[in-house]
């Protein structure tokens, strides 16, 4: 699984489709199926499922929920709930309704097209909208932010990044060996119109020079004068430990080098507010890749074959559960994340938290309504009044089985639905040249 959880897509793969359902093609789909005479109003209501509302309540047996110009206006038990007459009404008896997922914890292509279709592929799988941590440049980041794809995930960015220099180069933006070069890197970052500052503190196998604590703690100090939070990459404990003295806001991933201790526990409980994206690497165990079905079946073929047994990433995955696991039951925040740019990632990474300890309810939260929740968003994340309507249909419960998170029968962004069947037929047909 870790052969395919985190590998980018082809830089040369899945060039823009322009495609964007209407809330009059869906009205007249709801008349074609048997709805009758296609109402005036502009709300469709929802009826029969089963609705995960995402920010930590229980799921909604028999739920009715109304969707109008974009956002929910009303979500509730059939029972109790009384819907505005003249509404479309689409029969969701036996489905289960969640969030559209908030993947904390992505990289994407900086060209405009490659990226427009990376942000489609996502959303086709159940993303509504993705962090970009630290590797931006440019203006087309800003302007798809700031403009999306109607039929694809919205964006986050952080801007390039800050970390210490490779030996030996000191030119490139964003690579620091002053405090004073530090903080002018986040005002940089800043003045880009970042939404959060990601460092690395970590040699990453050699390449860089580790960021040291004076470095790091002056770029948090100034992230926060400037109004943004800290995301850090870390691999070692003692870092770890480092950062939560000096005020980091979230981690990008686990403590990778060894079990955590309690030491640990006690500065994140004193903290309280700091959240981990465990971003978990594979398992080391064969895995049923079938319901994948945005790539041609030879390359599918290809990535089956690599499902065996890894011994050394089961070592690898066993610390990052574990550790995982102490976290999660001690109650700290746990978002969800999955680095790299696979599109279909977010479902190998739901299971693996739940492989690692972790409820599907919990998990559920966590990719929803928790990393919403930590990077501002209070207008989506949740099945709520006055959110966005970014949810996803699926055809099996999540909580009886997290895997069911794959059985998508449909995705709605802002109301509208995506046309999974148009972006499926074009990226097995774009992978293939």
């Known amino acids: 699984m870790s052969q395919i959880k985190h590998r980018p897509n082809r830089p040369d793969a899945l060039p823009r489709v322009a495609r964007r359902a209407t809330g009059a093609a869906l009205l007249a789909l709801v008349a074609a199926c048997g709805g009758g005479e296609v109402p005036q109003s502009d709300a469709v209501v929802y009826e029969g499922a089963r609705v995960i509302p995402g920010d930590g309540s229980g799921p909604i047996e028999n739920a009715v929920f109304v969707v109008e110009d974009g956002r929910f206006t009303l979500v509730g038990p059939a029972a109790s709930s009384t819907v505005p007459a003249g509404g479309a009404r689409v029969d969701l008896t036996g489905k289960t309704v969640i969030p559209a997922l908030v993947n904390a914890h992505i990289h994407l292509s900086l060209d405009r097209a490659e990226r427009e279709d990376q942000l489609r592929h996502m959303a086709y799988y159940g993303q509504g909208t993705v962090v970009v941590m630290g590797t931006d440049e440019g203006p087309v980041p800003v302007e798809i932010r700031d403009n999306p794809p109607a039929d694809g995930a919205r964006t986050l960015i952080a801007g390039r990044g800050i970390t210490s220099p490779e030996p030996g180069r000191t030119e490139v933006p964003h690579w620091v060996t002053t405090e004073e070069e530090a903080r ?21 196998n050699g390449q860089y020079e580790r960021l040291s604590e004076p470095l790091y703690s002056a770029i948090i100090d100034e992230a926060h004068q400037n109004g943004l939070k800290v995301a850090a990459h870390i691999f070692r404990l003692e870092d770890a430990k480092g950062l939560l003295r000096n005020g980091v806001d979230m981690f990008a991933h686990g403590i990778r080098d060894q079990v955590l201790d309690d030491e640990l526990l006690a500065l994140w409980e004193e903290r309280g507010d700091v959240t981990l994206i465990p971003n978990l690497p594979g398992p080391g165990v064969p895995a049923d890749l079938s319901w994948i079905t945005t ?22 995955f066993a610390i990052q ?24 990632a977010v479902h190998l990474e739901m299971e693996d938290m739940v492989r690692a300890g972790m409820s599907p309810a919990d998990v559920i939260q966590a990719a929803t309504g928790r990393s919403a929740a930590l990077f501002g968003l209070t207008d989506r994340g949740a099945i709520a009044s006055g959110r966005a309507a970014d949810f996803v249909v699926l055809d099996a419960n999540p909580l009886d089985d997290i895997t069911n998170s794959r059985m998508i029968a449909d995705v709605y962004l802002r109301g509208v639905a995506v046309d999974r069947a148009a972006l499926a037929n074009h990226f097995r047909g774009e992978a293939m040249q």
């Open 184 to 204: 002018s890197a986040v005002r940089e970052v800043a003045e880009y119109g970042a939404d959060v500052v990601k460092i690395w503190v970590d040699d990453r």
């Open 295 to 316: 790539v041609p079946d030879e390359q599918l073929e290809e990535m089956q074959a690599g499902e065996t047994e890894r011994p050394a990433a089961q070592e690898a």
């Open 321 to 344: 559960a574990e550790n995982l696991t102490r976290l999660s039951q001690a109650g700290a925040n746990i978002a969800f994340g999955t680095d790299g740019s696979t599109p279909w």
